[in-house]
């Protein structure tokens, strides 16, 4: 039984760690975060070059299914593995950690249209934790930005006054207030990526009455089989086994 399991994320590595050594596995990491932190068992780092890539990689390696534990907002990657495995007959997971309950945030469906609500609203210190990929958006917007990214925005556009923290979760409760408090921040701009690393910065802004722009995930493909916990993916591949 061999499995690809798309990860990056700490449920891949905990599924990694879960199956392994009963199940081979190869993780595959897309190659954009320096010093990754790697899980157990074989790795593969970089792209398959598309679903063409992909599908020829699925069969010259005999893989016999694959879980995709992506982080929620990797669409293209979750969209390519759906179409390949379909097409080939390949089992097929995706590991989706549960969604936050957006409460009273303000949801929107992409990062531009998170920047034009930051103008709408006339936010002028924003909390922007939406991803190096995201940031170009902002480009334009007259607020000041305080961004954390786990890497440092390469080639995107930066907004004209902002500060760049470069940091890897997961975070503190204490720490968020104190982050939010010392930056006299009056918004916050997040993906709802969901999960327990990254939460702590929700409870800090609702502690301090602080409005949340939070861009929703992007659908899955129609037809997947999903889980929301590693105990259910790896229930599943040891039903395949």
Not at 61 to 89: K, L, N, S, Y
Request: charge should be negative.
């Amino acid at each position: 039984m061999r499995v690809l399991l798309l990860g990056g994320t700490a449920e891949a590595r905990a599924l990694a760690t879960t199956l392994h050594p009963r199940v081979d596995v190869v993780s595959s990491l897309a190659g954009r975060v320096p010093d990754p932190a790697l899980p157990v068992g074989s790795v593969r780092v970089g792209g398959f070059g598309g679903v063409d890539g992909l599908r020829r990689w699925l069969r010259d390696e005999r893989i016999d299914a694959v879980v995709d534990a992506t982080h929620p907002f990797a669409a293209t990657m979750t969209a390519h593995a759906a179409q390949a495995c379909g097409e080939q007959g390949i089992p097929h997971l995706v590991l989706a950690r549960p969604a936050w309950d957006p409460g009273d945030s303000l949801v929107v469906e992409s990062d531009a249209q998170a920047a034009e609500t930051v103008e709408q609203q006339g936010y002028s210190r924003v909390f922007l934790t939406t991803g190096r990929s995201g940031v170009n958006a902002f480009a334009d917007s007259d607020a000041w930005f305080l961004i954390r990214a786990v890497t440092e925005p390469d080639g995107s556009v930066l907004p004209r006054r902002y500060e760049l923290v470069l940091s890897r979760g997961p975070y503190r409760y204490d720490d968020e207030l104190a982050l939010l408090r010392g930056h006299g921040i009056d918004a916050l701009v997040t993906k709802n990526s969901g999960g327990d690393m990254t939460r702590a910065k929700l409870d800090a802004a609702a502690a301090l009455d602080v409005p949340v722009v939070m861009v929703a995930r992007p659908p899955l493909p129609g037809g997947v089989r999903t889980v929301g916990t590693v105990g259910e993916a790896a229930e599943w591949v040891a039903g395949l086994v």
